[in-house]
């Protein structure tokens, strides 16, 4: 009878270990989805930020510009557009006023003036900044994508304007969204002096959403739910930037 018994314990006690093991592993798995699910609870909870601001989405390149190009064939400025049409939307629905530079495969020089591709390049970014000071706008938010000779390099990066500390805690701010929902592609803010970003007369960044020409990414950032992701850890970078929060220091510093 005492055998019996403890077989029947020990029995139970396998299953209670399985049952143990079982919920751990698909704790484990399900953790990343309710990481992600509170980060945007709580943006979602500070997305009345950008009510009433208005902000500029600049879809980079288009029309004769194609931007960068994929090994397949890509053009950066259809990825452009589709992420920039996203994250539109989403501040829309946050209550912003949105202002795109370009709904559609076009550039904003104009068509009346044949000229060479660099003259036409110019007009186009003199137009687009004359339109954000136009709008006197609360925020510039320029879409790109990167490319480099060699296929290795991966990751999205924000670049700012060094004399505008108030571009830099955005550019901080929509980095570390990337770090999070994107994985760490161990890049963080970087200054430059781009000729947008030094003339618009509101806080501005660059968003180089990805590489055209890591083989992987390419593929990625013509997927609409990847488009999706990237829209939203720019959207949720501006909602914290409104909200007042600081700029978050490097992961990367000693």
């Not at 947008?196 to 890591?214: C, D, L, Q, T």
Request: net charge positive.
């Amino acid at each position: 009878m005492r055998g019996f018994i403890f077989f029947k314990v020990a029995k139970l006690n396998h299953r209670l270990v399985l049952i143990v093991l079982l919920s751990l592993l698909l704790g484990g798995a399900l953790y990343p989805y309710y990481v992600v699910h509170q980060e945007r609870k709580a943006v979602r909870a500070l997305s009345w930020s950008v009510a009433s601001k208005v902000i500029v989405v600049d879809p980079g390149h288009g029309g004769v510009d194609p931007g960068a190009v994929g090994r397949t064939g890509i053009l950066e400025k259809d990825i452009n557009l589709a992420i920039a049409k996203r994250l539109a939307v989403l501040l829309s629905q946050a209550g912003a006023a949105v202002v795109l530079t370009r709904e559609g495969d076009y550039d904003l020089s104009d068509p009346e003036h044949q000229s060479s591709l660099s003259v036409r390049k110019k007009d186009d970014l003199e137009a687009r900044v004359e339109l954000a000071n136009k709008y006197r706008a609360d925020l510039y938010l320029s879409i790109h994508v990167n490319s480099f000779p060699s296929p290795r390099w991966w990751g999205a990066q924000t670049f700012y304007y060094p004399p505008r500390p108030e571009s830099k805690r955005l550019a901080c701010l929509i980095q570390q969204e990337f770090l999070k929902t994107l994985g760490d592609s161990e890049r963080w803010v970087k200054p430059e002096d781009f000729y947008i970003m030094r003339n618009v007369k509101m806080p501005a960044v660059i968003v180089e959403v990805g590489f055209i020409s890591h083989p992987r990414e390419e593929i990625l950032m013509t997927e609409p739910v990847y488009q999706s992701r990237v829209a939203w850890c720019v959207y949720a970078g501006v909602v914290r930037y409104f909200a007042g929060e600081p700029a978050p220091p490097s992961p990367y510093q000693d």
